[in-house]
């Protein structure tokens, strides 16, 4: 059995918006404003990724201006409040990904840990290759039932010797196995195979000796 092989580079903006830690304060917030991002890179030298500026690591100035330094909370919003280029606004241990890992590790992985809505796209020595949003990754949900049960037929199915008395039938991305199995023991084994396409929403069995519909 065969995961499917979409990876963060299927999915990613290739021509990606940045900064340099240079960067004044209004000239983010105009490129933010203008691209509608929540976040920058911020590069250095020939376009290695040096940090990243988020619409929160711009706030504390705004706080700073009605509340007074006091009420602003850790040292570091007060810096932030403070600063006013890339370099002193930046977080600076950005959070990267490259473009050869797969969605999944890109989503569950590194998004929903590190609670990021966009990763910039890095190759192998930091340089700047395009960024990957929460949206770009919830696009393999896109794709047509025809393409998904090709996937599930051939790359899930079509790998396991002896062939299985199974197939497989996709509506709105929910995948249902029809047929018989005779090794109860396979049944999760085979679900985790069929959910690890790109694309699917749920599985679920009509096998024999399984109530129909049940959710694998």
Do not use: C
Request: glycine share 10%.
């Amino acid at each position: 059995m065969t995961d499917s092989p979409h990876t963060v580079s299927d999915v990613m903006t290739h021509t990606a918006v940045a900064i340099g830690s240079r960067a004044p304060y209004k000239e983010i917030v105009r490129l933010m404003a203008e691209w509608k991002v929540g976040a920058l890179p911020v590069l250095a030298g020939e376009g290695r990724v040096v940090g990243v500026v988020s619409e929160a690591d711009l706030l504390p100035k705004e706080a700073l201006r009605g509340d007074g330094p006091g009420r602003l909370g850790p040292l570091d919003e007060t810096s932030k409040a403070g600063a006013v280029l890339a370099e002193g606004l930046m977080s600076s241990t950005a959070v990267t990904v490259h473009a050869d890992a797969t969605i999944a590790e890109a989503a569950a992985q590194i998004m929903a840990r590190k609670r990021v809505k966009r990763l910039p796209v890095v190759n192998d020595v930091g340089l700047l290759e395009g960024v990957v949003s929460r949206g770009d990754l919830l696009k393999v949900f896109l794709r047509p039932d025809a393409e998904l049960i090709a996937e599930v037929r051939h790359g899930v199915l079509g790998q396991i010797s002896p062939p299985l008395q199974i197939d497989a039938v996709v509506e709105d991305g929910v995948v249902t196995l029809d047929g018989s199995l005779r090794d109860r023991s396979m049944v999760p084994l085979l679900a985790q195979a069929v959910r690890a396409v790109e694309g699917v929403v749920d599985v679920r069995m009509d096998l024999d000796g399984n109530s129909p519909g049940v959710p694998a």
